[in-house]
C-alpha cells in the first residue's frame, strides 16, 4: 500500500480534536459531542466533515462540497499521513484502502482548502474479534457445507470438519489467518498444515460483521492417539478453538465442553458441544 508523505505541516498533522467518540451504530466513526457537554470538533461545529465510516476494508469520508474542500489527508496514529485525496468538483467522498495491515489506534481525518485547515475528526479504528459458536455437520445440516466441501456419498469429509462463527465487534476489519482446534477432539492439531481453514490462507471480516470459517484440519475425524474418540457410553471433555489474526495479532480463543456417545466409531457418534 502506497503512504504518500504529507501537504501539510507536523502542526496540523497531529492536532487533536476534542470529545471525538466512537460511534455505536454499524460501522461508523463519525464524531458527536462529548459526554457532559464538552468542546465539539471543528466539523461539528461547520458541518464539513459529515461522516467518517468503514466499509470493508475501505475507510470513507463524506464532506460538505459546499465549503472549498480541496484535499483530505488521513493521520495514522504514530503521527504520519496515512494517504491524502484530492477532491473531485462536485463529489462528496473520498474513500482510503486500509486493507488488514494497518496499525489500530486513533486516526485522523484532516480537510483542508490549500494549506488552511477547515476541519478535523478523529476517530478510532480497531479490530475485536470474538469466537460464537462451533458445531458439526451431523448437528447442523443448514449450513453450506456441500458448498465449501463438495457432495459426496459418504460425507466422511464433512462429518469430520467444524465450522467456528466468528464476530468482529470493533471499528475496524480483520483478517483471521489460522484456525486451530486443541484439547479433547478426536484429532487434536495444534500447528495445522496451511491456515487450518478450507482452501483459504485468510478470512477478511468486516466491522461488524460475523462470518462462519469452515476448518481444514479434520478435527472430529478419526480418532488420534492424542484426541478424544467416542463410546456407547460417553466420553466427556473439553476442547478450545483458537483463531489467529493479523491486524490485532492475537490469539483469540474459547473453550467448549463435549460429549461423545452411542457408538465406537466417530462416524456414527452423537456429539453435544455446549460452552464450557
Not at 177 to 182: H, T
Request: charged share 20%.
Amino acid at each position: 500500500m502506497t503512504r504518500n508523505n504529507p501537504h501539510i505541516s507536523r502542526r496540523t498533522a497531529l492536532r487533536t480534536v476534542a470529545g471525538a467518540a466512537l460511534a455505536s451504530v454499524a460501522g461508523c466513526l463519525n464524531n458527536g459531542d462529548s459526554p457532559g457537554g464538552g468542546n465539539s470538533t471543528p466539523s461539528d461545529e461547520g458541518g464539513i466533515i459529515q461522516q467518517v465510516t468503514v466499509e470493508g476494508t475501505e475507510l470513507v469520508v463524506e464532506y460538505s462540497s459546499e465549503e472549498g474542500v480541496d484535499q483530505i489527508n488521513l493521520v495514522q496514529p504514530n503521527g504520519e499521513v496515512f494517504g491524502q485525496r484530492e477532491t473531485a468538483a462536485g463529489s462528496q467522498q473520498v474513500s482510503f484502502e486500509i486493507g488488514t495491515s494497518y496499525e489500530p489506534g486513533e486516526y485522523t481525518v484532516v480537510a483542508l482548502s490549500g494549506d488552511e485547515t477547515l476541519a478535523e475528526s478523529s476517530s478510532l479504528i480497531q479490530p475485536e474479534i470474538g469466537i460464537r459458536d462451533v458445531g458439526l455437520y451431523r448437528n447442523n445440516p443448514e449450513k453450506p457445507w456441500d458448498e465449501v466441501y463438495g457432495d459426496t456419498e459418504t460425507d466422511r469429509l464433512k462429518n469430520g470438519e467444524a465450522y467456528v462463527t466468528v464476530e468482529n465487534a470493533g471499528s475496524g476489519p480483520e483478517a483471521v489467518v489460522e484456525l486451530v482446534f486443541s484439547g479433547d477432539v478426536p484429532n487434536p492439531v495444534e500447528d495445522p498444515r496451511g491456515s487450518g481453514m478450507y482452501e483459504t490462507e485468510q478470512v477478511v471480516i468486516s466491522p461488524e460483521e460475523t462470518v462462519d470459517l469452515f476448518s481444514s484440519s479434520f478435527p472430529f475425524g478419526s480418532e488420534s492417539e492424542e484426541g478424544m474418540g467416542c463410546s456407547p457410553d460417553g466420553n466427556s471433555g473439553e476442547f478450545t478453538v483458537t483463531v489467529r489474526t493479523q491486524v490485532g495479532g492475537d490469539d483469540v480463543s474459547k473453550a467448549f465442553d463435549v460429549q461423545y456417545s452411542g457408538s465406537m466409531e466417530m462416524s456414527d457418534c452423537e456429539v453435544s458441544i455446549t460452552e464450557a
